[in-house]
């Protein structure tokens, strides 16, 4: 028997296809967290999840994204002088928090509320093959509110080109 798509059980990596079926909602039940769709979904695949793992032992995320020179920003970002906006790096590192919140059981729909600090050290350009992204949960508010806050790195090509402290996504609207 098929399971239903509000049906979801952990599991430590997910797909291109099981990050679609996140974006589609009601992965993580009616009304719960889900990822954005294409193309603002900004990764292709999560390799690593856990409730425990990361630098402060309450979470981590590593996530990938491949990089094509035909993706959508390259051709509208700095014409001529392709690069992708770093906006767009921070945002997949807060989708990595809304989804780690989803995926760790907690009610609502996640809304990015904020960030401390964003340092850029590189670019990634069309010449990129992949983007890493490392996130790892520093507190967690499983209360009336829900909330993740975290620190992240995004990596091109292993070289380590942006680093965001104090992340704060919130789930909004439980029931």
């Not at 890493?132 to 993740?148: A, D, W």
């Not at 292993?158 to 909004?172: G, K, T």
Request: with cysteine.
């Amino acid at each position: 028997m098929p399971m239903p798509l509000d049906f979801h059980r952990p599991q430590p990596a997910y797909d291109r296809s099981e990050l679609l079926r996140s974006a589609a909602g009601g992965y993580f039940g009616p009304g719960n967290a889900q990822l954005p769709a294409p193309p603002m979904l900004m990764m292709d695949r999560i390799t690593s999840i856990s409730r425990d793992g990361g630098a402060y032992g309450k979470g981590h995320v590593v996530a990938e994204l491949a990089i094509t020179p035909e993706l959508w920003f390259f051709s509208c970002h700095f014409p001529g002088d392709p690069v992708m906006p770093g906006c767009l790096g921070l945002d997949a590192m807060w989708q990595i928090i809304g989804f780690w919140l989803g995926w760790s059981g907690l009610p609502g729909k996640g809304r990015a509320v904020g960030v401390g600090e964003m340092k850029f050290r590189g670019q990634i350009g069309p010449q990129t093959r992949l983007v890493r992204y490392e996130v790892s949960l520093r507190q967690v508010r499983r209360g009336r509110l829900p909330f993740g806050i975290a620190d992240g790195s995004a990596y091109a090509d292993e070289s380590c080109v942006y680093v965001a402290r104090d992340m704060r996504v919130a789930l909004v609207g439980a029931s």
